[in-house]
């Protein structure tokens, strides 16, 4: 692998640190829109401000997940399962994505993984341990949900890593597909990435950044392992993308900043859509960490995860969570 991609896979925590600390000063998603499906009584602030304070809390469930006594209906057979992203936790995620899918009708779970095996107990920042690990860890969470819920089968909803990578070695290596009706990808890290110019770690001055790369990348692995191309990459894509049994969503951007190229993250296959956020929609801003509060995302999950009754996703505005990226 070349030293140039495993120190720029390194990257993506910085931006999705900034998640953590700086999402108490975003706003500007609140305001409710006359195409939002949801129709329950939970809150659901597409807004990544929402974030804050329970973010620093990743052991609590977000609102609408883990309730154990939930039995699927008949219209939504599958349980849900959120994967969150890189240096995220499931109460950073999925403070929109749980309650709006839980309004609409679905038992959703959530749990955290990839908590580095050096540091005691979890912390505010998750999915940084090796990915085959992690991979294991969801494998763990899925027959925990099918037992709970009786269900045959679960959804996997995801976002960055937890919407590629990861979930895809648990589908593609460890033979989760037997147990996975849909995988949905929101930004997913599919296929590695490059890391664009703008992030601005590299701009540290020599040799003290690259120093910060390689030991970033061995304290958290799961960042190296999602270079362009690490030998994990062939590993899960090498037979190809997709495995029987399994129906994929990715939903894209094309101002991704992280997992670049953007059309690196589409899947090729059976059974796949592919949707970009900008198609037919140009006032459609969203970056990568964006799309994880982006309105108009959690619809095209809400008409991935059935089909049978998918609407028409309105074109609003969505803002990018860095101004200026693209």
């Known amino acids: 692998m070349s030293t140039y991609r495993r120190r720029a896979a390194v990257a993506p925590v910085a931006l999705s640190l900034l998640v953590a600390v700086a999402t108490a000063v975003v706003s500007g998603r609140a305001a409710a829109d006359p195409g939002e499906p949801a129709t329950g009584p939970l809150p659901v602030p597409f807004d990544l401000g929402a974030v804050f304070p329970s973010g620093l809390f990743p052991e609590l469930s977000p609102p609408g997940a883990n309730d154990w006594t939930c039995k699927p209906s008949a219209a939504h057979p599958e349980p849900v399962i959120l994967v969150n992203s890189t240096a995220t936790s499931q109460s950073i995620a999925w403070q929109a994505g749980s309650p709006f899918l839980k309004d609409n009708g679905y038992c959703v779970f959530t749990f955290n993984y990839g908590n580095p095996a050096w540091l005691p107990g979890e912390i505010p920042l998750q999915s940084l341990g090796d990915i085959r690990v992690s991979a294991r860890e969801l494998g763990d969470e899925v027959d925990r ?15 960055s890593q937890g919407g590629g990578i990861m979930p895809l070695y648990y589908i593609n290596v460890l033979g989760g597909n037997a147990k996975v009706d849909k995988m949905i990808g929101i930004s997913p890290s599919n296929h590695g990435t490059s890391v664009s110019d703008m992030v601005f770690l590299r701009s540290f001055i020599p040799p003290v ?23 994990l990459d062939q590993e899960v894509y090498g037979r190809g993308d997709t495995r029987p049994g399994v129906t994929y969503t990715t939903i894209v951007t094309k101002y991704d900043e992280i997992v670049t190229p953007y059309d690196q993250q589409y899947l090729d296959g059976p059974d796949v859509t592919n949707i970009t956020l900008q ?9 990568h960490i964006a799309t994880l509060y982006s309105r108009r995302a959690w619809h095209y999950v809400l ?3 059935d089909p049978a009754t998918a609407t028409p996703v309105p074109c609003i505005h969505e803002g990018a969570f860095f101004p200026g990226v693209h």
């Open 279 to 287: 198609n037919g929609c140009p006032a459609d801003e969203s970056d």
């Open 209 to 231: 950044g690259w120093w910060i790369y390689n030991a970033l990348g061995i304290v958290a692995p799961g960042l190296d392992q999602q270079a362009i191309d690490d030998p």
């Open 145 to 159: 949900v099918l037992t709970a819920t009786g269900a045959g089968k679960v959804d996997l909803v995801g976002h």
């Open 303 to 305: 008409n991935a995860l």
